[in-house]
């Protein structure tokens, strides 16, 4: 039985991480641990590098606070200019504390009138409600399952993420692997 | 029937297209038809944007190779580099509708391992260090790299169809991206 510690206590994260470390080591057993731990970053990141770092020092906070898991792992999500639209950056940081890996989850435009109230300084979250309401701003990273009509729900999304971020973990002889 | 013309004949992104359209529009019936159509990048192309200008143009090009259509979407798959010295997949979905509003999604990334970064940096296209590394012919119509990195927990056909999910949000939801109202495929 392996520990993997989630560096956050939402529960669609918590179920990405489960729904991908299933997948890609379908013959373990894992126990999972949730954990509150820091960003360091502003709540809403904006752009690929802040919210990188984000993930990363969230990753920093929770080997510290569990060091004896096996696997550290988080998911950091942000916003980024895409031209004049305002897409999602979503990082999923994973590490066994020896290979560190990072990888950029799919992504999608924000509607407009989200995007403008992130732009006047709301989180993501926030501004889903503010469009949607409540239940709708719950079901994904902003509201992706309420926008693809139930197809790809907010832990799937982190799941696929996921499991790219474990592609050097579950390889190791195909990476050279990054030292922290 | 809808037509949705997919700027690629390749075979993955094909069926990538239909589930992806199948998925967000069940009460409509789609006919997809590939076309080989120009991208006007290099055929490695190098970082997000650059990909992107291939995804937009190849839209642009299958429309005027098939003008009589209700959509057309293209998928383009570039690399970019990291500051951790890796090369990254990058893959940009491109979809337009009629009125010529056209949206986008970037698909989910990963890490190319070593040798396959050192066999493109050498000048190789992506597939054919694929195929190189892997001792595969033309893995690019099956599972791919990824399929092989995940055992299949993710392959080329579910990151494209994924992506293609991602880019139709807009058409499925057009009031909250100020579309006009027949882009619905209603």
């Known amino acids: 039985m392996k520990t993997i510690v989630v560096a956050s206590t939402n529960p669609a994260k918590i179920e990405g991480f489960r729904l991908a470390f299933t997948r890609m080591f379908p013959n373990e057993t894992f126990n999972f641990q949730s954990i509150k731990a820091a960003s360091d970053v502003p709540d809403q990141p904006v752009g690929r590098d802040e919210t990188l770092r984000g993930a990363q020092n969230r990753i920093a906070h929770a080997r510290a606070l569990a060091p004896t898991a096996d696997y550290w792992v988080t998911n950091e999500s942000g916003v980024e200019d895409v031209g004049a639209d305002l897409f999602i950056v979503n990082w999923v940081a994973v590490t066994d504390g020896i290979t560190f890996s990072n990888t950029l989850t799919a992504s999608f435009q924000l509607p407009p009138r989200v995007a403008d109230y992130v732009r006047s300084g709301m989180e993501v979250t926030q501004g889903f409600e503010a469009v949607f309401g409540p239940a709708a701003a719950k079901d994904g990273i902003a509201g992706i399952g309420h926008l693809s009509a139930g197809n790809i729900p907010r832990a799937e999304l982190i799941a696929m993420g996921a499991i790219t971020a474990l592609i050097p973990l579950k390889n190791p002889d195909l990476y050279i692997t990054t030292q922290e | ?186």
């Open chain 2, 1 to 186: 029937m809808k037509t949705v013309i997919v700027a690629s004949t390749s075979r993955v992104k094909i069926r990538a297209s239909r589930t992806g359209f199948g998925q967000m529009f069940p009460d409509h019936d789609f006919e997809h038809i590939g076309v080989k159509a120009d991208s006007g990048v290099p055929e490695q192309p190098m970082g997000s944007e650059e990909t992107l200008r291939g995804a937009r143009n190849r839209v642009a090009h299958a429309r005027i190779l098939r003008p009589d259509a209700d959509y057309w979407i293209a998928f383009e798959g570039g690399l970019e580099e990291h500051d951790d010295g890796g090369l990254r997949s990058v893959i940009w979905v491109a979809i337009e509708g009629q009125s010529g509003y056209r949206h986008e999604s970037r698909c989910a990334t990963f890490i190319l391992p070593s040798e396959i970064t050192n066999l493109v940096r050498g000048g190789m296209t992506l597939g054919d260090a694929d195929d190189k590394f892997f001792g595969r012919v033309n893995s690019k119509e099956q599972n791919g790299a990824i399929g092989l990195l995940t055992h299949d927990a993710l392959t080329r056909e579910s990151v494209y169809m994924h992506g293609a999910v991602l880019a139709l949000i807009p058409f499925r939801n057009p009031d909250l991206y100020k579309i006009q109202e027949q882009e619905a495929a209603a």
